[in-house]
């Protein structure tokens, strides 16, 4: 029996490097959605055909990360065609076994509404600003900008717009530092997962 995880919440909120660490403490596969939505947005063209034809090189590229690169995939996201597109191979890569982590936006509302367990990892604008301006090297006015750009655009698009799942866990992170937030996240899985073992 698989056993997936949701994970959604705004950028740079931390829900990748917490979908990473939970997937390597379970042993889970992980799938940062993200990417695809990066990629193809990247690929530049018509998008529904770039999300229609995703290979493995075009996730592999080496500017998915920039801002830029978030801005463009949050603009094809809100294509539902360019979702549909998508939607498939998360839902067979949320069935693997022994368990799979999801991190994207819509994960415990669209992809995986069944999920084992869900959670919505938060934190303050300007601490997720600071993240990621930390991160990329960039102007943290600049970032916040950015962040809160890509973030209205995902809550307020029609299809599949960022929000917690109604049975959510939301896990703020603002005051946390990564192994606290981290440890958290492994303590709310690891009370569904024991339940679980026979
Ligand atoms: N609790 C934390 N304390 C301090 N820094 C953190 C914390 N969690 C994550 N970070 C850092 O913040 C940055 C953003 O984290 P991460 O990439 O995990 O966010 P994300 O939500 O997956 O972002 P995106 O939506 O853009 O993919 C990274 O540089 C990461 O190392
Ligand atoms: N499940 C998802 C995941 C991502 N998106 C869109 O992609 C953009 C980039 O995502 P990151 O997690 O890498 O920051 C994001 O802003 C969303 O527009 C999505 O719609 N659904």
Redesign the pocket.
């Known amino acids: 029996m698989s056993f997936a995880i949701a994970i959604d ?12 660490a939970i997937s390597v403490h379970f042993g889970f596969h992980h799938l ?1 959605t ?1 990417l695809l939505y990066r990629a193809t947005g990247a690929r530049g063209g018509d998008p529904v055909q770039a999300a229609q034809s995703l290979t493995a090189e075009d996730l592999a590229r080496s500017d998915l ?1 920039s801002a830029q690169a ?1 801005q463009a995939a949050s603009r094809v996201a809100a294509i539902p065609e360019v979702r549909a597109a998508l939607l498939d191979f998360q839902r067979r890569f949320a069935a693997q076994e022994p368990g799979a982590v999801l ?2 936006r819509d994960i415990g509302t669209v992809i995986c509404p069944d999920a084992e367990v869900k959670l919505y ?1 938060t ?1 303050s604008d300007q ?2 600003a600071h ?2 301006a ?2 990329l090297g960039a102007d943290p006015a600049q970032m916040l900008r950015e962040l809160q750009e890509r973030d209205r655009r995902d809550s307020e698009r029609a299809t599949a717009p960022l929000r917690p799942a109604d049975d959510a866990v939301v896990l703020d ?1 603002s005051e ?3 192994d ?3 440890t958290r996240a492994i303590g709310i899985v690891d009370q569904v997962w024991q339940r679980r073992l026979p």
Do not use: F, H, N, Y
């Open positions: 919440g705004p950028a740079a909120s931390g829900k990748g490097t917490i979908a990473r940062d993200g990360r978030g991190d994207g990892v934190a601490v997720r993240r990621r930390a991160e992170t946390l530092a990564i606290q937030a981290v």
